[in-house]
Structure formats: structure tokens, C-alpha cells
């Protein structure tokens, strides 16, 4: 079968590899689509933490069953979750899956989805009937947002600020919204500003270069946003965010950067704020993911901005992946 490695950042090869065969608690799967995310970027340039060359790179996957003995049909159309998770340390034992301590995500720790076919363990695969391929393969990254949002326990009528309206962050509005919330996105961008208000329907959106402290007061009658979700992936973007948090509000760093980040303590302290970290997602937030879709709450149309076969993928993704290429999602197809 044919696959897709990068050997090292920088350069990806074309190989051939041998069919996958089944094994114990597995199940072959067909890709049928990928959707390209941060990660898979960050990886190629070599900025992405806990991350080793050479790889197959992959994680937002739309599959096809081929074999399964684990009560899955052939020919069933399935959104493989990616984190492999042990299932056995105290972690996954809580149900908190998505940050086991022994977790490999597949297209970071182990081979990922650019290729044909992949063996991956059947309690890794979700049901997707009734979704396109494409809706399925923005399952995972919409999941990041929907497990975000379900970890800040934000409720209807609350303020939900988004800084960074990357997909990640348009993810989080839309469950932000979902769940009720008052939303403002935050960004640099104006196009993507723009993009937020005329076809998200996000309520307000701020420039992040102009004044923003004073913008949010003025939204929140003074108290700024209860929950602030930083989805940047920007080290300055993430210190300023402790800025934008109310009194007793929290701070939800969903974005990851390599290195450190700081912020001053009186602040941190005199707000009491609560400041957490949002990794990956669980079964509960895929299935959530999928009913939205399903039911219609989320739309993708204008999520998925630009398409390629598999064959064009090597060069196509570093068009792709340069800040001025307008992608918000580009997804490839076999
Ligand atoms: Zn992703
Ligand atoms: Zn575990």
C-alpha cells in the first residue's frame, strides 16, 4: 500500500508498505479522507513537541471497516479516535483517556493515517453512521473545542472569550455557542475576525492589537469574560490571556507551545482565577462532535476551505501550511 513518511522536517516521501494485518483487539481500516491540522504543520517544520522522525503523520481520519472481528461490518464507516491510551494506569482507570499516562496519538508517537490502510484497536473507533467522509474527518478536531468547552463547565448566559480563531478555535466557539454562551472571538486577523461574525455568528469579535482589556469591558459590563479559552498556539497570545480573565473566572489553555509561559502572580492571585489545560478529547466528546453535525448545529462548509487527492499531497502541503494560504481546514482524499 502506499504511504506518505516524513523523514525528517521538511521532507516527505512517497513509500510502499506492506498491507497491515489483523491482529488481536484490532481492526483494519480503509482512510478514506484526513483532515490537516496544526500538528501535522508543526510537525513538518519541526516545532511540534513530543514528537520523532521519522513518521506517518495523521490523526483527523474518515475510515472505512475492511476487517474486524469486534463486531464491526466491513464497509462501515467509522472516526478512529487517535490517542491510544493504555486502558490500565489510574488515568484512563478515572475515564480521563484523552491525557493517560502512557498515551500514543497516532501521527505523533506512532504512525498516523497518511496512507491506505491502518490496523488500529477496535475500542479506538466510533461509529460514524449518517455523516459524510468529510464531516467525519473533522470529527477529532471539533472534538478538541467540544472537550474544552465540557472542561470549563461554562454555562448558558456566561461570557466565553476565544483567543486565536484558528479551526481549533472555531471548534470552541461553536460549542461555546452551543452550550449557550455569550461569545467573542479574539484574534490579530481581521479576515478571519470577519469570517467569525458573517458566518460563525460568533456575538462580538475584538481585535487583539487594539485595546482588547478595555474592548472586553466594555462587552461585560466591566467584569470581563468568565472563561477565556486560548487556542492560539502563540506564546505572547497566551500570556496576554491571563489579562482578559474575570474575577473568579478561568482560563483555558487549549493551544500547546514549546517552552515556557509566565504571567504575574497578583494578578493571577487577586482574580482567583483557575487556570487548566485541555488535551486531546474523550468517546463522549467524538459521539458529542457527531451528534452536533448530525443534527445540524455545526456546519462545515465554510470549515473545510481546501481539498487534494492523496497523490497531491506532498505538494500541496507547504502551500498549505504557510500563514498567508487562507486554509482553515484542508482536507485529503484517497
Ligand atoms: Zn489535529
Ligand atoms: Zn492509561
Same mark, same amino acid.
Given at each position: ?34 483532515? +490537516?491540522?496544526?500538528?501535522?504543520? !508543526?510537525?513538518?517544520? #519541526?516545532?511540534?513537541? @513530543?514528537? *520523532?522522525? =521519522? ?47 502512557? +498515551?500514543?496519538?497516532?501521527?505523533? !508517537?506512532?504512525?498516523? #493515517?497518511?496512507?491506505? @490502510?491502518? *490496523?488500529? =484497536? ?47 478555535? +472555531? ?8 452550550? #449557550? ?154
Amino acid at each position: 500500500m502506499k504511504a506518505i513518511i516524513c523523514q525528517k522536517p521538511g521532507i516527505f516521501e512517497e513509500i510502499e508498505q506492506q498491507d497491515p494485518t489483523p491482529s488481536k483487539g484490532e481492526t483494519i481500516v480503509r482512510i478514506k479522507k484526513i483532515g +490537516i491540522c496544526g500538528t501535522d504543520y !508543526h510537525a513538518f517544520k #519541526g516545532q511540534q513537541p @513530543f514528537f *520523532s522522525y =521519522p513518521r506517518i503523520l495523521g490523526h483527523e481520519l474518515a475510515a472505512e471497516v475492511v476487517q474486524s472481528n469486534e463486531g464491526f461490518v466491513s464497509g462501515q464507516a467509522v472516526a478512529p479516535i487517535p490517542y491510544l491510551n493504555c486502558g490500565k494506569c489510574k488515568t484512563c482507570l478515572s475515564g480521563k483517556t484523552n491525557c493517560c499516562q502512557n +498515551i500514543k496519538t497516532m501521527g505523533v !508517537h506512532v504512525d498516523g #493515517g497518511m496512507r491506505e @490502510f491502518t *490496523s488500529i =484497536p477496535s475500542s479506538n473507533l466510533v461509529s460514524a453512521e449518517g455523516l459524510t467522509d468529510e464531516q467525519i474527518a473533522t470529527v477529532e478536531c471539533l472534538a478538541i473545542g467540544a472537550h474544552a468547552i465540557r472542561r470549563s463547565q461554562i454555562s448558558e448566559g456566561q461570557w466565553a472569550a476565544v483567543v486565536g480563531t484558528g479551526p481549533i478555535g +472555531i471548534g470552541t466557539l461553536h460549542f461555546a455557542r452551543i452550550s #449557550g454562551a455569550k461569545t467573542i472571538a479574539i484574534d490579530i486577523n481581521e479576515e478571519r475576525l470577519m469570517h467569525c461574525k458573517e458566518v460563525l455568528g460568533v456575538d462580538h469579535c475584538i481585535n487583539a492589537l487594539d485595546n482588547p482589556i478595555d474592548a472586553l469591558k466594555d462587552l461585560t459590563n466591566g467584569n470581563l469574560p468568565d472563561v477565556v479559552f486560548e487556542a492560539s498556539g502563540a506564546p505572547v497570545a497566551m500570556e496576554n490571556s491571563f489579562n482578559y480573565v474575570g474575577h473568579g473566572g478561568k482560563l483555558v489553555l487549549v493551544s500547546i507551545v514549546k517552552g515556557r509561559i509566565s504571567f504575574e502572580d497578583p494578578l493571577f492571585h487577586s482574580r482567583e482565577m483557575t487556570v487548566m489545560s485541555s488535551r486531546n478529547a474523550t468517546r463522549d466528546d467524538f459521539n458529542n462532535v457527531m451528534n452536533a453535525l448530525r443534527e445540524r448545529k455545526i456546519d462545515i462548509e465554510h470549515f473545510v476551505t481546501h481539498r487534494c487527492q492523496f497523490d497531491e499531497l506532498t505538494s500541496t502541503f507547504e502551500k498549505w501550511s504557510k500563514t498567508d494560504s487562507k486554509v482553515i481546514k484542508g482536507i485529503v482524499s484517497f
